[in-house]
């Protein structure tokens, strides 16, 4: 049982735009840590994708974007390509925890 | 360009112990929270265990606490993390991950395998 709450998998065809949640408590979203997102592609360790909510590193294209409202999150991937099938983890951190948290990801299907 | 790259895991038997390390280049090692998350076969990251740049403060997730000891070497750029009592829960990947003080990951090592397993 995860911490941060994201649903198991989710698909979309090429070209289309998905939608990924990550819900929290008061201890971690809703406490106004930031939410960070993770691509991990089978057999690869995680890259980051998002961090602070909204921010892309250098090389991750503006397909990806992330918002994030209240004690929940959420990472969109519009114009759907093969290559984005993978997995997709959120993280924040958790005061009562006093580490990090993270969702139990996502695995995304590109139909 | 940041490398890290994790060594040491292996098979052991329940009860048993390990030791990871975590060799870091590329950066200041001195200057970053490391961070230890694993991934058990098919399932989600878990985080596991964080220290800050001089080694002084340490953090560790419940299911560890106790049982595992997250230390680094500054002067050799290693990170470390001695296990003991190892159940088969803590079977998985063990991943070294650089932290950035906004509360992420922004590199990871290619992991380690650790299996308990009699």
């Known amino acids: 049982q995860s911490v941060l709450t994201q649903p198991p998998s989710v698909s979309g065809a090429p070209g289309q735009r998905v939608t990924i949640s990550c819900t929290g408590s008061s201890s971690n979203i809703g406490a106004g840590y930031a939410i960070h997102w993770y691509q991990q592609l089978p057999g690869t360790a995680p890259k980051l994708l998002i961090y602070g909510n909204t921010n892309r590193p250098s090389g991750v294209p503006d397909r990806f974007s992330g918002s994030n409202s209240g004690t929940s999150a959420s990472l969109a991937i519009s114009g759907l390509q093969a290559e984005d099938e993978a997995d997709y983890y959120c993280q924040s951190y958790d005061s009562s925890v006093r580490g990090s948290v993270f969702g139990g990801g996502t695995k995304l299907t590109v139909l | 360009e940041v490398q890290l790259v994790e060594s040491g895991g292996g098979l052991i038997q329940p009860g048993g112990s390990l030791r990871l390390s975590c060799i870091a280049s590329g950066f200041t090692f001195s200057d970053y929270w490391m961070h230890w998350v694993r991934q058990a076969p098919g399932k989600g990251l878990v985080w596991v265990s964080r220290i800050n740049g001089d080694g002084q403060s340490t953090y560790y997730a419940d299911s560890v606490r106790g049982r595992f000891t997250v230390s680094r070497d500054n002067a050799d750029n290693t990170l470390y993390l001695q296990m003991r009592s190892l159940r088969a829960d803590d079977t998985g990947v063990y991943f070294c991950?650089?932290?950035?003080?906004?509360?992420?990951?922004?590199?990871w090592g290619q992991g380690t395998l650790v299996t308990v397993s009699s």
């Open positions: 991950t650089r932290g950035i003080s906004g509360g992420y990951d922004d590199s």
